[in-house]
């Protein structure tokens, strides 16, 4: 039989706030076991959870960015579970009434525009590790991460395939970190996923028994697990056999989806208001001043922005998309540019082939880049009014990333400037001549090819400071004289 794939997404992002969601502990990642966990997150008797406003606030930038609902009367409830690494024995998140509500989110596969219906996003706090290869015979537990604030982002059954749920998951990772409410660092778990997947015949309105396959931290990962677990159902129906609603991990060494426990259906969490928490009020005024305040931007927006005012390719937005450090540093480097109309297409051009090739060459990242905006603009600035050439713009970067910090002065002091003087030129033409006349001559003869040897020996002469186009245009002047 025929089948089609129906899946769900719950994507867990971990907010960027220096406290977790209901204590002062901090959530650096990375700390020494339980070394950030205080007493709230302990569960010790007598504490009680105090809401972080920035968590609250960065969960409306996500829902105003998406054109979603925001709640504004909104409360907290227990999630009622025990898990050795959940002190409490309950989760305080949100069922009714969740803060994000009733959006769309738009993304593009094979650039066809795609949308889905985003459900609810909501607010809850994270549970603990659980680390099996620590202790000999023995699993330890490891409570740094419990409390720390994520927004749980829930998609509708929208997707039919692998290809559409990484194309959505990808446009997501991007709007979270350009709206600076996640670091999106998959391999630490700030940017979690759990796949809901079903099969039903095609052409029933009938859903089939969804299997969820949890804390999927790679899009390579998530592609591979859709199409097992999808493989795995189609050969269970066909065997006459029913799908068992479970709750799966895919384990990335054999490729496969493993059982963990049957799969809960919500009610089986005992949901009931959190006590120790008032509902929270959600003001118009609160929302406008976040509107006003705040970075909130989509990714088409930013996409339009690289395309026409920086002059660039569709394709070739993905770099800045995909790393937001970047879009800020270019975005700051423009606004020092004297002329952002006609040098921005420039400015970005560098960036992505000299300064990303420059960190590449030295196996460095964005961290170790130390040319400021400004300085890197005025290097654009010097290459638009040809006081530098495309080489000696290389040599002006290679020395700013040295600790120098002031271009005007450096191109004086290393003689940077481009030679535009034609009898200094031509002096240089004559010498280069001199030394190659059989070249020359095959120039003379016709062979325009040559050309470009030629001016590159004119340019070695003159230590990489001429005018490519005024040597162009000399050489040309002999051929016609």
């Given at each position: 039989?025929?089948?089609?794939?129906?899946?769900?997404?719950?994507?867990?992002i971990?907010?960027?706030?220096k406290?977790?969601l209901?204590?002062?502990?901090?959530?650096?990642?990375g700390?020494?076991?339980?070394s950030?966990?205080?007493?709230?997150?302990?569960?010790y008797p007598?504490?009680?959870?105090v809401?972080?406003?920035?968590a609250?606030e960065?969960?409306?930038?996500?829902?105003?960015a998406?054109n979603?609902?925001?709640?504004?009367?909104?409360?907290?409830?227990?999630k009622?579970?025990?898990?050795?690494?959940?002190p409490?024995?309950?989760?305080?998140?949100?069922?009714d009434?969740?803060?994000?509500?009733?959006?769309?989110f738009?993304?593009?596969v094979d650039?066809?525009?795609?949308?889905?219906?985003?459900?609810r996003?909501?607010?809850?706090?994270?549970?603990?590790?659980?680390?099996?290869?620590?202790?000999?015979?023995?699993?330890?537990?490891?409570l740094?991460?419990?409390?720390?604030?994520?927004?749980?982002?829930?998609?509708?059954?929208?997707?039919?395939?692998?290809?559409?749920?990484?194309?959505y998951?990808?446009?997501l990772?991007r709007?979270?970190?350009?709206?600076?409410?996640?670091?999106?660092?998959m391999?630490?778990?700030?940017?979690r996923v759990d796949?809901n997947?079903?099969?039903?015949p095609i052409?029933?309105?009938?859903?089939g028994?969804r299997?969820?396959?949890?804390n999927?931290?790679?899009?390579?990962?998530?592609?591979?697990?859709?199409?097992?677990e999808?493989q795995r159902?189609?050969e269970i129906?066909d065997?006459?056999?029913?799908?068992?609603?479970?709750?799966?991990?895919f384990?990335?060494s054999t490729?496969?989806?493993?059982?963990?426990?049957?799969?809960?259906?919500?009610?089986?969490?005992?949901?009931?208001?959190?006590p120790?928490l008032?509902?929270?009020e959600?003001t118009?005024e609160w929302i406008?001043?976040?509107?006003?305040?705040?970075?909130?931007?989509?990714?088409?927006?930013?996409e339009?922005?690289?395309?026409?005012?920086y002059g660039?390719?569709a394709?070739?937005?993905s770099?800045f998309?995909?790393?937001?450090q970047w879009?800020?540093?270019?975005?700051?480097a423009?606004?020092?540019?004297?002329q952002?109309?006609?040098?921005?297409?420039a400015?970005?051009?560098?960036?992505?082939s000299?300064?990303?090739?420059?960190?590449?060459?030295n196996?460095?990242?964005f961290?170790?880049f130390?040319a400021?905006?400004?300085?890197?603009?005025?290097?654009i600035?010097?290459?638009s009014?040809q006081?530098?050439?495309s080489?000696?713009?290389?040599?002006?970067?290679?020395l700013?990333?040295?600790g120098?910090?002031d271009?005007?002065?450096l191109?004086q002091?290393?003689?940077?400037?481009?030679v535009?003087?034609v009898?200094a030129?031509?002096?240089?033409?004559?010498?280069?001549?001199l030394?190659?006349?059989s070249?020359?001559?095959?120039?003379?003869?016709g062979?325009?090819?040559?050309?470009?040897f030629?001016?590159?020996?004119?340019?070695?002469?003159?230590?990489?400071t001429?005018?490519?186009?005024q040597i162009?245009?000399?050489f040309?002047?002999?051929?016609?004289?």
């Amino acid at each position: 039989m025929n089948y089609q794939t129906v899946i769900g997404l719950e994507v867990h992002i971990q907010l960027k706030t220096k406290s977790k969601l209901f204590s002062s502990a901090p959530t650096t990642f990375g700390a020494n076991p339980n070394s950030q966990a205080n007493l709230v997150d302990l569960a010790y008797p007598g504490t009680l959870p105090v809401l972080n406003r920035e968590a609250v606030e960065q969960a409306i930038v996500f829902g105003l960015a998406i054109n979603a609902h925001i709640e504004k009367n909104t409360f907290f409830a227990r999630k009622n579970y025990f898990y050795p690494d959940l002190p409490k024995g309950y989760q305080t998140s949100q069922s009714d009434k969740p803060i994000v509500g009733n959006g769309t989110f738009h993304f593009n596969v094979d650039d066809q525009k795609h949308s889905v219906h985003i459900v609810r996003a909501h607010l809850e706090e994270d549970a603990g590790k659980s680390l099996h290869d620590f202790l000999p015979n023995s699993s330890a537990i490891d409570l740094n991460r419990a409390g720390c604030p994520l927004l749980e982002i829930v998609t509708a059954p929208d997707f039919s395939n692998a290809k559409e749920v990484v194309a959505y998951l990808k446009t997501l990772h991007r709007l979270v970190k350009m709206l600076d409410i996640c670091d999106g660092n998959m391999q630490e778990g700030s940017f979690r996923v759990d796949v809901n997947l079903s099969l039903k015949p095609i052409g029933s309105d009938k859903l089939g028994t969804r299997c969820e396959i949890k804390n999927i931290n790679s899009f390579r990962f998530i592609e591979k697990a859709i199409e097992y677990e999808t493989q795995r159902q189609a050969e269970i129906l066909d065997a006459g056999g029913k799908v068992r609603q479970q709750t799966r991990l895919f384990q990335e060494s054999t490729g496969q989806t493993i059982a963990m426990r049957d799969k809960e259906d919500s009610h089986d969490y005992r949901y009931f208001p959190c006590p120790d928490l008032k509902p929270l009020e959600i003001t118009s005024e609160w929302i406008e001043r976040i509107r006003n305040t705040r970075k909130i931007v989509s990714i088409e927006q930013v996409e339009k922005q690289l395309i026409e005012e920086y002059g660039l390719p569709a394709k070739e937005t993905s770099f800045f998309l995909d790393n937001t450090q970047w879009l800020s540093y270019l975005n700051d480097a423009r606004s020092h540019l004297t002329q952002p109309e006609t040098s921005s297409k420039a400015l970005a051009n560098f960036v992505l082939s000299e300064c990303i090739g420059l960190l590449n060459k030295n196996n460095q990242t964005f961290e170790d880049f130390k040319a400021q905006p400004k300085d890197l603009a005025q290097i654009i600035n010097r290459l638009s009014d040809q006081t530098l050439s495309s080489k000696t713009a290389k040599q002006a970067l290679a020395l700013i990333m040295e600790g120098h910090t002031d271009v005007d002065a450096l191109i004086q002091q290393h003689n940077l400037k481009q030679v535009s003087d034609v009898n200094a030129l031509s002096q240089a033409i004559d010498a280069v001549i001199l030394k190659f006349p059989s070249q020359f001559q095959e120039f003379l003869s016709g062979k325009d090819k040559i050309l470009g040897f030629l001016v590159g020996q004119v340019m070695k002469e003159t230590k990489g400071t001429g005018d490519p186009a005024q040597i162009d245009r000399l050489f040309r002047e002999k051929l016609n004289s």
